[in-house]
């Protein structure tokens, strides 16, 4: 069953959470990690190579970064973000899980939309089928058949 | 936004030991760095983060997968707009 959303932009819900990795490593010290996941709105973007989180989002979340990465936007300007791993979740409105994945490297960046708290790049869309409605703005995402 | 001042150490140690890495460890492995130290090149990203929790805990280490150069993401989409 094909799913979802949207006002103009490409948008779908996707839901994030602490990773199992640091799940675990939280069990073995004896520590309850009480975060909720937290669901929020993604912008589809074919033209990018990786998934970029909000960092309010991350923050919210409790999470360290990791790495750094050099991001180059639509601008062309680049700079470096910090690099977290996550658990991320993508359903269909039916509740279809069609994508995830418990230990997802995302790129933290200071989004400041109103429209949407994350970036989903080519590394998440290879597991859907999208079809963008143009007149109704509606997004439509689904497995893809293999 | 600059790089966190909390891997600082980690990242310097990678740039500076880099050479070395890519003789010894080949491109692609994730290198481990805690403090400073290289703590060893693992095949998988999730056994080196599994690693880095345990020796150094969260926030305190560096996963860098072994490349010649640095890795540049590119979006469609801008970072910042106007809310």
């Given at each position: ?8 932009l490409?948008?779908?819900e ?9 799940l675990?490593?939280c ?5 309850v990690?009480?975060r909720?996941?937290r ?7 074919t033209?990018?190579d ?5 960092l309010?989002?991350?923050e919210?979340?409790?999470l360290a970064s ?7 936007d ?6 470096e973000?910090?690099v977290y791993?996550?658990r991320?979740q993508?359903?269909?409105?039916s ?6 994945d418990a230990?997802f490297?995302?790129?933290?960046a200071p989004l400041?939309s109103?429209?949407?708290?994350a970036?989903?790049?080519?590394d998440?869309?290879h597991?859907f ?5 143009r007149?109704?703005?509606?997004v439509?995402?689904?497995?893809t058949v293999? | 936004?600059?790089?966190?001042s ?7 140690a990678f740039?500076?030991q ?6 010894e ?8 760095f ?5 703590k060893?090149?693992?095949a998988d990203r999730v056994e ?18 072994i490349?010649?150069k640095?890795e540049l ?11």
């Amino acid at each position: 069953m094909p799913s979802f959303i949207s006002c103009g932009l490409a948008v779908i819900e996707v839901s994030i959470g602490a990773s199992a990795v640091y799940l675990d490593y939280c069990l073995e010290r004896m520590e309850v990690y009480r975060r909720p996941d937290r669901q929020v709105s993604a912008l589809i973007d074919t033209g990018a190579d990786a998934t970029v989180i909000d960092l309010d989002v991350l923050e919210t979340l409790c999470l360290a970064s990791y790495d750094v990465r050099r991001v180059q936007d639509f601008n062309g300007g680049t700079q470096e973000y910090p690099v977290y791993v996550v658990r991320l979740q993508v359903r269909t409105k039916s509740g279809e899980v069609i994508f995830d994945d418990a230990n997802f490297e995302v790129v933290g960046a200071p989004l400041k939309s109103d429209s949407y708290q994350a970036i989903l790049g080519m590394d998440v869309l290879h597991a859907f089928t999208l079809k963008f409605h143009r007149q109704t703005g509606f997004v439509e995402i689904a497995p893809t058949v293999r | 936004m600059s790089a966190p001042s909390h891997l600082s150490h980690e990242l310097a140690a990678f740039m500076q030991q880099r050479p070395d890495l890519l003789t010894e460890h080949g491109v692609g492995k994730f290198a481990l760095f805690i403090g400073g130290m290289f703590k060893g090149a693992f095949a998988d990203r999730v056994e080196a983060l599994k690693k880095g929790y345990a020796q150094g805990g969260a926030g305190h280490f560096l996963v860098r997968k072994i490349t010649e150069k640095d890795e540049l993401v590119h979006l469609a989409s801008p970072i910042t707009s106007v809310r």
